[in-house]
C-alpha cells in the first residue's frame, strides 16, 4: 500500500529563516511522483514543486527546493528567505499510478 | 481563462437528503478526481474518472456516486448512506500522462 508520512502537525519559524518540512513515503512501484501543495485558509489547493522518481537531481521552483533521498523514502520540503505569505498548510503528495495520496500535512506559521 | 469552476462554495443539507456538488472544467483534461477533506486532515480519494463514461473508486466512496456523461463535468452526488458527509470536497483534473494536477476552490459541505 502507498503512504505518505508526515511527522509535524505545527511548525513556527521567523520571517526570513529557511524552514524544511519533513515527508517519508512508503510504495514498492518503481515509477512515482512526489509533489508538495500549499493550501490557505481559502482552501484551493496550489501546487508547488514536483519532483519524478527517477530524477537525478532535486527538483527547484524559485525559493522552493525538495531535498529528494530515494534511498531514504524521503522528499522533503525546502522553503528558504520564508515569507508572511508562507502561512498556511502543507501537504507531501505521492502518485504511484492514477492517483494522488496525501499525507496528513504540516501548518506553517510565519511569525514577523 | 482556463480552469475548474466548483459549486456551490457553500452547501447546507438536512440529514436524509441526496446533494450532487457541481464541478466543471474547460482545459480539455482527460481525468477527473474528487477528494475529501476533513478539518485538519488531508485529502482522501473519493472516485475518479480518466474518460467519458468510466469512473473508478477511491479509498471513501462508500456513500457516494458519481457520473461522466461529458469530458468537462463531474458530478458528485453525496447519499443519504454516507453517514457523515460534513467536509470539504475539492474537485480535480489532469491530463493523462502528464503529472500536473489542477484543482477547483472546492465545496463546504454542512450537514444540518
Known amino acids: ?112 | 481563462d482556463g480552469g475548474i469552476t466548483q459549486s456551490p462554495k457553500y452547501l447546507f443539507r438536512k440529514e436524509g437528503q441526496n446533494v450532487t456538488l457541481s464541478c466543471e472544467q474547460n482545459l480539455n483534461h482527460d481525468a477527473m478526481y474528487w477528494y475529501r477533506q476533513d478539518p485538519g486532515q488531508g485529502l482522501r480519494l473519493i472516485y475518479y474518472s480518466q474518460i467519458v463514461n468510466d469512473f473508478q473508486k477511491g479509498d471513501i466512496a462508500e456513500g457516494y456516486s458519481v457520473s461522466r456523461e461529458k469530458k468537462e463535468s463531474f458530478p458528485l452526488t453525496v447519499t443519504s448512506a454516507q453517514k457523515n458527509p460534513t467536509a470539504f470536497y475539492l474537485c480535480a483534473s489532469r491530463v493523462v500522462g502528464s503529472y500536473g494536477y489542477t484543482f477547483g476552490s472546492g465545496t463546504r459541505l454542512t450537514v444540518v
Open chain 1, 1 to 112: 500500500a502507498q503512504k505518505i508520512t508526515q511527522t509535524q502537525p505545527g511548525m513556527f519559524v521567523q520571517e526570513k529563516e529557511a524552514v524544511t518540512l519533513d515527508c517519508t513515503y512508503d510504495t514498492s512501484d518503481p515509477s512515482y511522483g512526489l509533489f508538495w501543495y500549499k493550501q490557505p485558509s481559502s482552501g484551493e489547493m496550489i501546487f508547488l514543486i514536483y519532483q519524478g522518481s527517477y530524477d537525478q537531481q532535486n527538483a527547484t521552483e524559485g525559493r522552493y527546493s525538495l531535498n529528494f533521498q530515494k534511498a531514504r523514502k524521503s522528499a522533503n520540503l525546502v522553503i528558504s528567505a520564508s515569507q508572511l505569505g508562507d502561512s498556511a498548510m502543507y501537504f507531501c503528495a505521492m502518485r504511484p499510478a492514477q492517483k494522488l495520496v496525501f499525507g496528513q500535512g504540516t501548518r506553517l506559521t510565519i511569525n514577523p
